[in-house]
């Protein structure tokens, strides 16, 4: 079974410049979550889809950040414009559906360092 | 809102020696309780988990957990370390029903001396 697919792997931008990742979740996935981890921390949720739907976004900073599932698989995170602070790893993840106890298979991650 | 402390941020072991890494939570109710382990360059994944029922957890390589309800702790315990184990340990917890979102701790980095 393929697992969660990210890319590119790493990036490096200007500050003020646009950015996107893209992640394919697991097949058959109906959940899929998009975490930010800054360095020395743990994972923290930006945004969670149920399909093409969102579930919760409520620490996505709107203002800069943006997600897309539109045909509820693939999804892309874009960043615009991007500062400083948003260096850090980008995790996909998905997992069959909502109910606790469904496990979450995570991505590689995509490494973003913004100058 | 749930919340998760791993007071380690570091822990040294020598290969074969025992190893414990702590958690603490605090929630209102018994919450879902997850292991992680993220190796360097790669995506994190799930050692064990704990929803209720027994509160001694098995899972992969080894590893086993203790939930302790009255020390809001769940505890990651492995009785001989291989170097192999050297990675970032994440304990997460997460409320039962609902959207399922787990609240990460900071992690601990793991070091296996030979």
């Known amino acids: 079974e393929a697992g969660v697919a990210q890319s590119p792997r790493y990036k490096i931008i200007e500050k003020r410049q646009s950015v996107a990742f893209w992640c394919n979740p697991i097949s058959g996935h109906a959940t899929l979550y998009w975490y930010q981890q800054i360095l020395g921390q743990g994972p923290k949720l930006l945004i969670q889809?149920?399909?093409?739907?969102?579930?919760?976004d409520s620490q996505l900073p709107k203002d800069r950040f943006s997600a897309e599932r539109l045909k509820g698989v693939d999804s892309t995170l874009k960043i615009q414009p991007a500062k400083l602070e948003d260096s850090a790893v980008y995790l996909c993840?998905?997992?069959?559906?909502?109910?606790?106890?469904?496990?979450?298979?995570f991505g590689p991650g995509t490494r973003l360092t913004v100058l | 809102a749930q919340s998760v402390t791993q007071p380690d941020i570091h822990i040294t072991v020598s290969e074969g020696a025992s190893l414990e890494l702590r958690c603490n939570y605090s929630?209102?109710?018994?919450?879902?309780l997850f292991w992680y382990v993220q190796s360097p360059g790669q995506g994190l994944q799930l050692l064990l988990k704990y929803f209720s029922g027994d509160t001694l957890v098995q899972g992969i390589k080894g590893f086993e957990a203790e939930f302790k309800r009255s020390q809001s702790s769940f505890n990651l315990r492995k009785p001989s370390v291989h170097w192999s184990d050297a990675a970032e340990y994440f304990c997460?917890?997460?409320?039962?029903?609902?959207?399922?979102?787990?609240?990460f701790g900071r992690g601990t980095s793991l070091i296996v001396h030979p």
């Open positions: 929630y209102g109710a018994t919450p879902y």
């Open positions: 889809f149920q399909n093409n739907g969102v579930v919760d």
């Open positions: 997460a917890v997460g409320a039962p029903g609902g959207s399922y979102i787990p609240t």
């Open positions: 993840a998905s997992s069959l559906g909502l109910i606790g106890s469904n496990e979450q298979f």
